[in-house]
């Protein structure tokens, strides 16, 4: 068993298969990502690959190099995402493609790697175990998960559609609304926004998989999501709304068109997307019937560092957070990508 490179007697066909067949994989397992990511980000993309003397898959490992003078070195798998993280058949080939990660960290001088991963890794490496992505079982049909749901979340879901609200799906025609509604969201939380074209980029690689859908109000958005799907399972990885309309509750709506498509489109696993226990957004996804699976973060230290923390919790950001709120919405869409690009 060895690390090879992705040119490397293997075929795009064959990672494909792999990734498709393969129990721990997402999308994110993917090799469209590192194209699509330098081109966005201008980040340098290792795609690593545990196979066989024959060829055969035994896992596959993608890695992004992040570097700033403000948020450090580190190589992550995959930023901007829930998951990703090391897919492995077995601890030999997990363990080589660590190895492997960890020769590059050295190489690029990163202070650490993470991992993003969904199951525990059980090598030593400490991990985050705040976070949870919340989860919720699909009936055959969207009428069935209605009954399930209790009567007050159904009048919650019916409120948005007496005040004439209505909710599309689409695509590339929807990402306007979508990136609109986000920008202004991120902005009220004090973060910058990931730009536009890294949606649309999305949209254009995965056309099978992703989908956006919109909530408007007298044919102005009022809240949107981005949906990606995978195997069985469809995620909500971003979703926002304007607060000014939440007495009408959009929010319900757009959750409620999501689960509705997600039912007719053969998935039988909703992601709510992560969350904190207990948060406000915890409970609104528990509302719907979700629940927790454990995250785990992992992360290779070089020299015995602590873990990092670039979150918004951080209080060393408190004060950027703070001055952003109040800087006009165009100029942090305009400012916004250069800051992201480096905040995994």
């Known amino acids: 068993m060895r690390i090879i490179g992705p040119d490397n007697v293997c075929s795009p066909l064959d990672i494909v298969r792999y990734i498709e067949r393969s129990g721990s994989s997402t999308l994110y397992h993917r090799m469209e990502w590192g194209p699509l990511l330098q081109e966005t980000f201008g980040h340098q993309f290792f795609y690593l690959l545990c ?24 190589l992550v798998s995959m930023p901007f995402f829930n998951y ?27 202070t650490h790697i993470e991992f993003r991963q969904d199951a525990f ?100 958005p009022v809240a949107s999501g981005f949906l990606i799907g995978f195997k069985d399972r469809i995620e909500i990885p971003w979703a926002s709304s304007l607060p000014e309309y939440n007495k009408y509750s959009p929010n319900m709506l757009l959750y409620w068109s999501c689960l509705e498509f997600a039912c007719r489109s053969g998935f039988r696993n909703f992601d709510f997307g992560r969350s904190t226990r207990d948060e406000s957004t915890y409970k609104f996804k528990e509302q719907w019937g979700a629940k927790p699976v454990q995250l785990y973060w992992h992360y290779w230290l070089r020299d015995g560092g602590g873990i990092p923390d670039l979150t918004p919790g951080n209080p060393k950001y408190r004060l950027a957070i703070a001055l952003w709120k109040h800087l006009p919405l165009p100029l942090t869409k305009a400012l916004g990508p250069r800051i992201i690009k480096n905040i995994p």
């Open 51 to 74: 196979a066989d003397d024959d060829g055969s898959i035994r896992g596959i490992l993608p890695l992004v190099h992040m570097k700033s003078l403000f948020f450090g070195n580190s």
């Open 121 to 220: 890794l059980g090598n030593g490496f400490p991990a985050k175990t705040r976070k949870v992505s919340m989860r919720l079982e699909l009936p055959d049909t969207p009428d069935d998960l209605m009954r399930a749901f209790p009567s007050k979340l159904r009048s919650q879901i019916r409120k948005p559609l007496r005040e004439g609200m209505v909710a599309r799906i689409g695509r590339s025609e929807e990402l306007d609304s979508f990136h609109d509604v986000f920008s202004a969201n991120m902005r009220r939380l004090g973060t910058p926004s990931l730009p536009k074209h890294f949606f649309r980029n999305i949209l254009d690689r995965f056309p099978k998989d992703t989908w956006i859908c919109s909530v408007y109000r007298d044919n102005a």
């Open 84 to 110: 990703g993280g090391v897919c492995a058949e077995n601890d030999a080939s997990r363990s080589l493609l660590i190895a492997e990660a960890v020769r590059i960290a050295l190489e690029v001088g990163a």
